[in-house]
């Protein structure tokens, strides 16, 4: 019964930080600080949360290893889930983020929007955007589908 609430309260805990960032925080940022600044922010705190994502999804993985009491098929299920969640995490924060950070320095004091680099920039931000949204979704599923 612990191990359960256990899950439950990893799975709570990573969602609803990707929901709070996502959706709440960070369009609030940039809809009263300036741009960059909010930017800036955001991206500290999309650091933070992908540090939290890793966290969880060792947390939940151990978890779901000790949960004998759930049938094989459920668990696996949720493994899938928890993994997929955590490749979401790695392909943002490993892979977009520094080829993000590169194409902002080397674009300078006048911004990445002014820039030649705009194109590449904005590209790998919507891919970045539509995996969050993924990962968000598939925090839905492993609150509902948790026990």
């Given at each position: 019964m612990k191990l359960a609430a256990a899950r439950r309260l990893v799975a709570s805990l990573w969602a609803g930080s990707l929901w709070a960032v996502g959706y709440l925080v960070a369009p609030t940022l940039f809809a009263h600080v300036d741009s960059s600044l909010a930017g800036e922010m955001v991206g500290h705190l999309l650091r933070s949360e992908a540090w939290l994502s890793i966290a969880c999804a060792l947390a939940m993985l151990a978890l779901l290893r000790l949960a004998a009491e759930l049938e094989p098929r459920h668990r696996r299920q949720l493994v899938v889930v928890v993994l997929a969640m955590l490749a979401c995490t790695l392909v943002v924060y490993l892979g977009l983020q520094p080829v993000m950070a590169q194409l902002r320095e080397a674009a300078g004091a006048g911004g990445v929007r002014?820039?030649?680099?705009?194109?590449?920039?904005?590209?790998?931000?919507?891919?970045?955007?539509?995996?969050?949204?993924?990962?968000?979704?598939?925090g839905v599923v492993l609150v509902v589908r948790i026990r």
């Amino acid at each position: 019964m612990k191990l359960a609430a256990a899950r439950r309260l990893v799975a709570s805990l990573w969602a609803g930080s990707l929901w709070a960032v996502g959706y709440l925080v960070a369009p609030t940022l940039f809809a009263h600080v300036d741009s960059s600044l909010a930017g800036e922010m955001v991206g500290h705190l999309l650091r933070s949360e992908a540090w939290l994502s890793i966290a969880c999804a060792l947390a939940m993985l151990a978890l779901l290893r000790l949960a004998a009491e759930l049938e094989p098929r459920h668990r696996r299920q949720l493994v899938v889930v928890v993994l997929a969640m955590l490749a979401c995490t790695l392909v943002v924060y490993l892979g977009l983020q520094p080829v993000m950070a590169q194409l902002r320095e080397a674009a300078g004091a006048g911004g990445v929007r002014n820039s030649p680099q705009w194109g590449q920039f904005a590209m790998l931000h919507g891919l970045s955007q539509l995996i969050y949204v993924t990962q968000s979704v598939l925090g839905v599923v492993l609150v509902v589908r948790i026990r």
